[in-house]
């Protein structure tokens, strides 16, 4: 199950594909990335290219119709749903465009959250409030929260069980701009570290802080560049 090669995602021939009536919908088509650890991949493409499809194979929410696909060398294709839950917990992070926060908690008990399975390290999540810069808000709500702040505790919550991967889903699509631009600057904070991030975005200036960008067009990867 476990590969040699030391890519952080690596998916091979993928596709998903959607019966929709009589009409077959193929949201991804044949598509293989790989992504080295601490690498920051942008994802761009209209509305409907399969930019969430593939997301949420990589994250584990779904699982591909054909192909293959690894996380940090581990095979998840063939995993049985309760191993694919773990496996999502304890190796990915995801985060977005509508935070998803739990209103009823503050601040530090959101990003506390995903450690339910696991002994309560106080510590590190002090230091994640503290690096996503929450510094002085952790008993605050979300609702008395801007949105930046908001995506900031999701950003906290989704790295809080050290994935190697950061999965995001048009993260600043929400946010104004200064915030934006806060968030991307997180984020390559972030790959120092070796986190691997994918960033699917209809922002091209967003992109530019990627390494490499691909884009989809009808669940096909039509273009690869580096900015
Ligand atoms: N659950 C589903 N059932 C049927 N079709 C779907 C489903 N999810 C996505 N699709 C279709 O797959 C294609 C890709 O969608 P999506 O990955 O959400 O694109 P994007 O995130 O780039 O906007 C679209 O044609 C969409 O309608
Ligand atoms: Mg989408």
């Given at each position: 199950m476990t590969t040699e090669h030391g890519q952080a995602v690596r998916a091979d021939g993928l596709w998903r594909t959607y019966e929709r009536g009589s009409e077959t919908v193929h949201a991804l088509a044949d598509f293989s990335l790989a992504v080295d650890p601490g690498e920051m991949v942008g994802i761009v493409g209209r509305s409907g290219s399969g930019k969430t499809t593939f997301l949420n194979l990589a994250g584990c929410l779904d699982r591909p119709t054909k192909g293959k696909l690894w996380i940090g060398g581990n095979?998840?294709?063939?995993?049985a749903e309760k191993d694919l839950v773990e496996f999502r917990r304890d190796h990915i992070g995801f985060v977005f465009q509508l935070f998803y926060l739990i209103p009823t908690l503050t601040a530090v008990e959101n990003i506390r959250l995903p450690m339910f399975a696991r002994r309560t390290d106080e510590e590190r999540v002090h230091e994640m409030a503290h690096k996503v810069g929450l510094d002085g808000k952790l008993d605050l709500r979300p609702n008395s929260l801007s949105g930046g702040d908001r995506q900031r505790i999701a950003i906290a919550r989704a790295l809080i069980n050290q994935p190697k991967v950061l999965l995001a889903d048009e993260p600043t699509g929400r946010l104004e701009s200064q915030a934006r631009d806060e968030v991307l600057e997180l984020f390559e904070g972030l790959r120092e570290d070796g986190l691997a991030i994918i960033m699917a975005t209809h922002d091209l200036e967003q992109a530019d802080h990627c390494d490499r960008i691909i884009e989809l067009k009808d669940g096909r990867m039509i273009r690869e560049t580096r900015p």
């Open positions: 095979e998840i294709t063939g995993l």
